[in-house]
């Protein structure tokens, strides 16, 4: 690195310190927006190749449904996990593969996240057992609450992508990313409120 490239990237520190210096919460914020995106993009990575992983075996015929909590317009059984057996492409929900992809995936987003939150974005000096027992209640809440709202975006996202427009595997891809944005949004907004009130300083630290 030449020392016009140091300059310019001693410059950008200058202005960035003092912008957190006059505007702590706006720089908390966009820490936080920028650190959830490239958590975001991890995940967008990870979990597709962990689905086509499992696809191989034979966790892909292991049905998955639990938690009814009522009926669809049809008539059939509601569930907040619902992955029924068979690969997406053929009519089926993806199995236990799918199942475990996800949530492997969004366990090791959210280890990532919580440290890197914790110690980049909000500072905690709290005690980090304390935080992350509050973490994981928080994460358990929000993954039962994102399956319960996925139950209403999921399937139609697959057909349309899949049989609709007709992409087959190329649209089953999509469809997972689709999903994982959407997930992704929504852990966003929910998850910054609750941060604030886990990740605390103690009195007197800066």
Same mark, same amino acid.
């Not at 300059?7 to 920028?34: D, N, Q, S, Y």
């Not at 992809?101 to 990532?112: M, N, P, R, S």
């Given at each position: ?16 310190? +003092? ?26 990575? /990870? ?11 034979? /966790?892909?015929? &292991? ?22 057996? *068979? ?7 993806? *199995?236990?593969?799918?199942?475990? #992809? ?6 090791? #987003? ?9 110690? &980049? ?5 709290? +005690?980090? @057992?304390?935080?992350?027992? @509050?973490?994981?209640? #928080? ?9 319960? /709202? ?31 944005? &959407? ?5 966003? @907004? ?17």
């Amino acid at each position: 690195m030449n020392k016009t490239e140091t300059k310019g990237i001693g410059k950008l520190l200058g202005i960035w310190h +003092k912008f957190r210096e006059k505007h702590p919460g706006k720089a908390e914020f966009f820490v936080f927006f920028m650190l959830s995106n490239g958590i975001t993009v991890i995940q967008l990575i /990870l979990m597709p190749l962990l689905k086509a992983l499992f696809e191989h075996t034979s /966790l892909l015929n &292991i049905t998955f449904q639990i938690g009814q909590i009522g009926s669809n317009l049809d008539g059939s059984p509601y569930f907040m996990f619902d992955y029924a057996a *068979g690969g997406l492409d053929s009519g089926g929900g993806g *199995g236990l593969a799918y199942f475990l #992809a996800v949530q492997i995936t969004l366990a090791i #987003a959210q280890v990532i996240n919580f440290f890197a939150q914790r110690n &980049i974005t909000f500072k905690s000096t709290g +005690k980090i @057992w304390t935080a992350a027992g @509050w973490y994981v209640i #928080a994460y358990i809440l929000i993954t039962i609450g994102a399956a319960v /709202l996925q139950g209403f975006y999921k399937a139609p996202i697959y057909e349309l992508l899949i049989n609709t427009w007709g992409l087959g595997k190329t649209g089953e891809t999509l469809a997972d990313l689709i999903t994982m944005l &959407i997930n992704g949004a929504v852990s966003f @907004w929910v998850y910054y409120p609750i941060l604030k009130v886990i990740f605390k300083q103690k009195p007197g630290t800066k």
